[in-house]
């Protein structure tokens, strides 16, 4: 079953780091695109980053850049985003999900609050 | 960024009944290899999104025939015929043709 897990969610203080790992089984990970996207509390969905299969190319929306990192490794079937001065803005569940679209993760609550 | 506009907001549908949803771009959504990166999600009540339908017409697998995309350039539809209990929740249309990929603001299906 082509599956995808995240993990490393949690709540933060502003201007504190967290590290999101998303585990994948059931299909070739270092085949696919991966991205992350994330649905603010009763909101739509926002689209944060992208990597490709081989982690050469990555790319994000404006208002993470330079503060948020996506990762991947191939070895370990696991793509990662690295959050970094996080701001209340960005309490949001984050789901992983591969490059095509399918499948997307149970999804994992990001909360920046003092 | 491109823009993508979705209506209605909201859809009161009876069970069995047919509904379409409209998604527009404010850019064409060609991608320079011919693609049309455009896709449906339907997003279930306390669940993730799942993939409905891909580049504009094509129907993920096990997705149901009663699902129907179509559309070129800056307009796309979705259909939904014989409209059953499991199809409600909000319905998205996402482009991922350009970077920064994005989804429309969702179309909350919900019964009459």
């Known amino acids: 079953e082509v599956q995808l897990v995240e993990s490393g969610g949690g709540l933060v203080q502003p201007g504190r780091s967290l590290k999101l790992s998303c585990a994948a089984s059931g299909f070739t990970f270092s085949n696919y695109y991966m991205a992350w996207v994330r649905q603010a509390p009763t909101k739509g969905l926002e689209w944060v980053a992208s990597?490709?299969?081989?982690?050469?190319?990555?790319y994000y929306r404006d208002s993470v850049k330079g503060r948020f990192t996506i990762s991947r490794d191939n070895a370990k079937s696991t793509l990662y985003l690295q959050m970094d001065s996080l701001r209340s803005e960005d309490t949001a569940t984050y789901y992983c999900?591969?490059?095509?679209?399918?499948?997307w993760g149970q999804g994992v609550m990001v909360t920046v609050s003092s | 960024d491109v823009v993508m506009t979705q209506t209605p907001v909201s859809l009161s549908v009876s069970l069995g009944g047919q509904v379409s949803i409209s998604c527009r771009s404010s850019?064409?959504?060609?991608?320079?290899?011919?693609?049309?990166?455009l896709s449906w999600y339907l997003q279930k009540p306390g669940q993730s999104p799942q993939l409905l339908i891909y580049k504009v017409s094509n129907r993920f697998s096990g997705i149901s025939d009663r699902f129907s995309g179509s559309g070129s350039g800056t307009d796309f539809t979705l259909k939904i015929s014989r409209v059953e209990p499991d199809d409600l929740g909000v319905y998205y249309c996402?482009?991922?043709?350009?970077?920064?990929?994005?989804f429309g603001a969702g179309t909350k299906l919900e019964l009459k």
């Open positions: 990597i490709t299969n081989s982690g050469g190319s990555t």
């Open positions: 999900t591969r490059g095509t679209g399918s499948p």
């Open positions: 850019q064409s959504l060609v991608h320079n290899n011919g693609n049309t990166y």
């Open positions: 996402g482009q991922g043709t350009q970077y920064p990929n994005t």
